[in-house]
């Protein structure tokens, strides 16, 4: 059970924080599609430049985030992109899912909601 610690404000930046790492783990997508192309080609530029707006946004919200979470709290949440990298594999590559990445992301799932909730 989570720990009634965490506030309803708390709450609401962490479910902001993980939308904003998920599209964050798009830049993934975006630069293994870019690699997909020739360099400097249209093709190439377009998903590379959906890379570097992906970042910019990012950093800009994650400044904004990180002034209404304790860092500790954000940079562990942030491994949750690793889940999500697993996710866009499979869903956009067709990347086997094994059984070594299923429990890796628990580990991980596991640990992110330890220190989420964990008494400071």
Known sequence: MINNKISNSNLKHIVFLHILLAVYSLS???SKMAAGHFF?????????????????????VWQQLIKTLPLTTAYA??????????????????????????VGAIILIIGVIVVVTADD
């Open 77 to 102: 949440n942030k491994a949750i992109t690793i889940v999500w990298g697993i996710l866009w594999g499979m869903l956009f590559f067709k990347e086997a899912i094994t059984w070594n990445m299923i």
């Open 40 to 60: 400097l080609s249209l093709p190439f530029i377009f998903w590379y430049g959906l890379v570097i707006l992906n970042l910019g946004i990012y950093a800009v």
């Open 28 to 30: 993934g997508v975006c």
